[in-house]
């Protein structure tokens, strides 16, 4: 490998981070109106990608990589630029409008505070006021500002916004058409469970075991080539055999990143992966 020390790893992550970068200033001037990328609307970025959803989940490594080096990096400039960047991602996972992306994100911020901040919190008393005096404070503003957004028909028109609402409105997740996607993937499943139907296999799922009662929530136009749920559609292409060898993959990371907790940099690459995964 080219990546021998320190120093070279920390120019590959800056490479990926300038990469990343770059499709971040491609959103930006999408949500602008600068420019438009492969004919999208701009209610949800795409980046340099053609799809939001896609595009949100590269941004979860591009947050966790750029943190890692802002944490390696010596010069506070170069610091700073890095948290800069960081903070740009985060603000177009926003606009992609991914509410899967957006729970990754939120479960990989509460395990970097508790990982990190977890044995002091439990042995410093003076830390742990502190801590849930700004977790009171915190949570104040973010009343405040669900007040405001309330109250502004303007602010819960805007796309992003109103999909994060959504998150909270079990109204919204029950009429989800998803729902009868994972129904299908199942059904694939339950046939063939032992090596499934091989990969990419869920828009010939989709057509065999689509039922009439399904078009209530599916348009007769509208064909679904993945079920949007990695799980099961790992299931339903690969078996419990496929299963079990991909997923054994990210247990084999989480092994190694969970036994090398020594720095800052080991609990943001727990904390990347972990909203990756989720």
Known sequence: TFLKDKRDWLWFLRG?????????????????????????????VSG???????????????????FIVASLETKRFLRLLWIVVAGMAILMLFFTGARGAWIGFIVGVLFFIASSLGTKFIQNAHFRRKILLMALCVSFMLLLVNVVIVQSRGLRNIVAINRFYSLFDPSVFLKNSRIYTWQIALEGFKDRPILGWGPLSFGYLFERYFQ???????????IFYHPHNTVLETLSDLGIIGFLSYFLIFFAA??????????????ISGATLLAYFV
Do not use: C, E, H
Not at 31 to 41: E, F, H, Q
Not at 48 to 64: E, F, K, M, P, R
């Open 254 to 267: 989480f092994f190694l990143i969970f036994t090398s907790f020594k720095s800052k940099a080991g609990y």
């Open 16 to 44: 990926v981070g300038m990469v990343g970068f770059g499709t971040i200033f491609a959103s930006i001037g999408q949500k602008m109106g600068w420019w438009r990328l492969y004919n999208m609307d701009m209610t949800r």
């Open 48 to 66: 340099t990608d053609s799809n939001s959803l896609y595009y949100a989940g590269y941004l979860i490594l591009v947050i966790g990589l750029v």
């Open 212 to 222: 009439s009662d399904y078009f209530d929530r599916i348009p007769i136009s509208l």
